[in-house]
C-alpha cells in the first residue's frame, strides 16, 4: 500500500483480474448494476428468511456465471487465501458420505455448504463494500426490531411466535444480532463511520439478542467486543472518544438487560451452574452437556475419519450410557433427541474425526489469520475479527456449519477478512491518471 512489496499472505488475498473494478462497472453498466441489486438483496434477507434469501442466491448464481461467462478476462477470481482451504472443508464433507450411515442427512448438509459461492460472487463488487454492509444492517436492524417487538408484546416469550417475511428461530436470529452489534462497535470505533447516530442501531440488536434467551449470543457479544477494543489498542486507533463511547454502549447493554427483566442473565447463571455440577460431581442437567460427553465417547471408536457426514444419530442413539442418562433424567428425556448434539465442534469431531477438526481449524484459523493482516491496513479487518468470533463462540452451543443462513454468515465474514485496500488504491490511481489525461 505505501510501495512496500507485498507478503505472500496479501498476495494471495488480493484481486487477480487484469483492470479495476471501476473499470469492469463502466463496461458493464448493466450487468454490474443487476449483479449489485441481488447482492445487496441477498445480504440483506439473509437475517430475515432463508427462503426468500435462497431465491435470490440462485439467482445470484446464475448472474455470475453469465457475467463469468461474458467478461471472464475481466472478472477478478477471488479470495484464494480463503477458497483454498474452503474447498478442501468441504470436499472432505462431500468424501465423508461414502461412510455415512444417513445419506439423507449428510447431503441435506452438504448442500448448505453451497453459501461457500458467497465470497467469489461478492468480489467483484468489493470497492461497493460500504452498500454491502449496509445492506447486512439494514436487514438486521428490521429482523430485530420485529423480534424485539413482538417478544415484549407477547409477555416476553421467546419462542412461539411467527409471521409471514420473518424468520422466528429465536437462536439463529441471535447470531446476527450479535454479529452486527460487534460490526456497529468496530466500525465506529475503527472510523468506517464517523456519525454517532449510527450507534442507535445497537438498541435493536441488543434488544433482541437478550430477549431471545441466548447464551451464547450474549457471550459471543462480549468477547467480540473485547477482541475489537484489543485490535483497535494494538493498531493505536483507539481514541478519548472510543473510551466514551465503549462507556456509552455499557449503558445501552444495560438498559437492555432491565428491558429483558434478567431472564437471559438467570440462563447464563443456570448454564454455568450445571456445567461445574457436570465437572465437579459428574451430574447432568444439561441435555447438550449430556450429548457433548456422548460424542467424545462415541468418537473415541472412530477417532481418525469418524462416523461420516449425518453419522451423528446413529453414534448418539447407540450410546449404551447416554440412553440411561436420558432415562433416569425426566428434563432430558423430554429433549432426547438423537440428530445433533448442538455443537460444531463436537458435531465436526463426530462425523469427521480427527481430520475433520484439522481441516475445520485450518479453515477458521486462515480466515482469522487473514482478518488480523488485513486489520493493519484497513479497519474492515477488525470488523470481520469481531465477526469471526461471534460466529466461532455460538457454534459452539449449535450446528452452524448445516444452517445456510449463518453459513452465510461466516462465508461474508470470509470475505472481509480478505479485502484488499490494495485494489481500491488501483481503482483511485486509475480516477486519477484519467482526470490528469
Known amino acids: 500500500m505505501n510501495g512496500d512489496p507485498p507478503d505472500s499472505i ?92 444417513d445419506l439423507r442427512t449428510g447431503w441435506h448438509q452438504v448442500w448448505a455448504q453451497t453459501w461457500l459461492a458467497l465470497p467469489p460472487l461478492l468480489w467483484p463488487l468489493m470497492n461497493r463494500w460500504r452498500l454491502l454492509l449496509l445492506s447486512v444492517l439494514v436487514g438486521t436492524l428490521v429482523q430485530s426490531t420485529f423480534h424485539a417487538s413482538v417478544v415484549i408484546l407477547d409477555g416476553f416469550r421467546a419462542d412461539g411466535w411467527g409471521f409471514a417475511g420473518f424468520d422466528s428461530h429465536p437462536r439463529r436470529n441471535a447470531v446476527w444480532y450479535a454479529a452486527v452489534s460487534v460490526g456497529l462497535i468496530a466500525a465506529y470505533l475503527g472510523r468506517i463511520v464517523t456519525r454517532p447516530w449510527w450507534l442507535l442501531g445497537l438498541i435493536p440488536t441488543l434488544a433482541a439478542c437478550l430477549l431471545s434467551e441466548s447464551r451464547g449470543g450474549v457471550l459471543a457479544i462480549l468477547l467480540g467486543t473485547g477482541i475489537v477494543i484489543v485490535l483497535l489498542a494494538i493498531r493505536r486507533a483507539l481514541t478519548r472518544r472510543s473510551v466514551v463511547i465503549i462507556s456509552t454502549i455499557t449503558l445501552v447493554a444495560g438498559g437492555t438487560i432491565l428491558v429483558s427483566q434478567n431472564e437471559t442473565i438467570r440462563e447464563v447463571r443456570r448454564s454455568m451452574s450445571t456445567a461445574m455440577d457436570a465437572v465437579t460431581e459428574g451430574k447432568v442437567e444439561d441435555i447438550r452437556i449430556a450429548w457433548w460427553r456422548s460424542c467424545v465417547r462415541q468418537w473415541e471408536t472412530r477417532p481418525i475419519l469418524g462416523f461420516g457426514i449425518g453419522g451423528t444419530q446413529e453414534a448418539l442413539a447407540g450410546d449404551l450410557q447416554l440412553q440411561d442418562e436420558t432415562r433416569q433424567s425426566p428434563q432430558l428425556k423430554k429433549f432426547a433427541i438423537f440428530n445433533q448434539p448442538h455443537s460444531v465442534y463436537f458435531q465436526t469431531l463426530l462425523e469427521g474425526g480427527i481430520v475433520g477438526v484439522m481441516l475445520l481449524g485450518w479453515l477458521l484459523g486462515t480466515i482469522g489469520r487473514t482478518a488480523y493482516r488485513t486489520s493493519s491496513r484497513h479497519p474492515i479487518g477488525t470488523l470481520a475479527m469481531g465477526s469471526l468470533a461471534v460466529w466461532m463462540v455460538t457454534a459452539l452451543f449449535d450446528q452452524w456449519h448445516a444452517q445456510g443462513q449463518v453459513l452465510g454468515l461466516l462465508w461474508f465474514t470470509a470475505t472481509l477478512a480478505a479485502f484488499d485496500p490494495n485494489w481500491l488504491d488501483a481503482d483511485s490511481e486509475t480516477k486519477s491518471a484519467e482526470a490528469e489525461y
Open 10 to 101: 496479501t498476495t494471495m488475498a488480493s484481486f487477480s483480474g487484469p483492470g479495476s473494478l471501476v473499470e469492469l462497472a463502466a463496461k458493464d453498466r448493466f450487468g454490474d448494476r443487476i449483479h449489485l441489486w441481488l447482492a445487496c438483496g441477498t445480504l440483506a434477507t439473509l437475517p430475515l428468511n432463508g427462503q426468500i434469501t435462497g431465491v435470490l442466491m440462485i439467482g445470484l448464481v446464475i448472474w455470475g456465471l453469465v457475467r463469468t461467462v461474458c467478461w471472464r478476462s475481466h472478472l477478478p477470481t477471488g479470495p484464494r487465501v480463503v477458497m483454498i482451504p474452503a474447498l478442501v472443508w468441504v470436499g472432505y464433507l462431500l468424501l465423508s458420505l461414502l461412510w455415512s450411515p
